[in-house]
């Protein structure tokens, strides 16, 4: 079993930055690809990053030029997060080999 552990959200103001972690309890983040996610109550779910095991990562058209995503080692990839706006307020989660983390709220408000 394999348990994801997301950190990092908080609340910010329009403009600033976070960095949200993905940290694995085993080591399979370098052999399989790791999502990011994120959800608004109501909303359908949104696939924001995708860091594959090897090759590009990919983004929403949405995080574009604004969100990077990286894989620090083999169990944690981060999502930074810049230029923040308050439409990217969402629950963000992680998830890899089929496996998923309970999420980190990102608040963008003034």
């Known amino acids: 079993q394999v348990e994801l552990v997301e950190s990092g959200g908080g609340l910010m103001q329009p403009g600033g930055s976070l960095r949200l972690s993905c940290t694995a309890s085993?080591?399979?983040?370098?052999?399989?690809?790791t999502a990011w996610y994120r959800q608004v109550p109501g909303k359908e779910r949104e696939l924001v990053a995708l860091?594959?095991?090897?090759?590009?990562i990919t983004y929403a058209d949405s995080v574009k030029g604004r969100f990077t995503a990286s894989r620090y080692n083999t169990s944690m990839v981060y999502l930074q997060m810049d230029n923040l706006k308050p439409e990217d307020t969402a629950v963000y989660s992680c998830?890899?080999?089929?496996?998923w983390g309970q999420g980190t709220l990102v608040t963008v408000s003034s």
């Open positions: 998830g890899a080999g089929g496996h």
């Open positions: 085993r080591s399979i983040l370098g052999l399989v690809a």
């Open positions: 860091v594959p095991a090897a090759g590009k």
